[in-house]
């Protein structure tokens, strides 16, 4: 399984990127897809998932609302839209894949990587 990741830059404070990540090699429907993120100096961060099995959701504390994650199974392609960014959500940003259903927001579970792109900020 390989991941590709797209769609960082740098944007103004409360702009909007929309990330994407495209799964290949495996059957994209059985994974659990995530996203994390890591800021200089800091560890990586849980930014959300979306299960394979049923379609939940979950994001971060940090979110509130702001991040929309979804899955385009045709495109076998998942997608972090990101709006009123903030300079604090300056990072790389990983997208993972697991076959599994559980601890989900911890990057342990995730077997597959992505190779991150980068998202700027500036306020």
């Known amino acids: 399984v390989q991941l590709q990741a797209s769609g960082g830059g740098s944007v103004q404070a409360g702009g909007s990127l929309r990330l994407s990540c495209v799964l290949s090699?495996?059957?994209?429907?059985?994974?659990?897809m995530g996203w994390f993120r890591q800021a200089p100096g800091k560890e990586r961060e849980f930014v959300s998932f979306s299960k394979w099995n049923d379609g939940t959701k979950y994001y971060g504390d940090f979110v509130k609302g702001r991040f929309t994650m979804s899955r385009d199974s045709a495109k076998n392609t998942v997608f972090l839209q990101m709006n009123s960014l903030k300079p604090e959500d300056t990072a790389v940003y990983y997208c993972?894949?697991?076959?599994?259903?559980?601890?989900?927001?911890?990057?342990?579970?995730?077997?597959?990587w992505g190779q991150g792109t980068l998202v700027t900020v500036s306020s």
């Open positions: 090699g495996g059957t994209f429907r059985y994974y659990t």
């Open positions: 993972a894949a697991s076959t599994g259903l559980s601890y989900l927001d911890s990057s342990t579970y995730y077997k597959y």
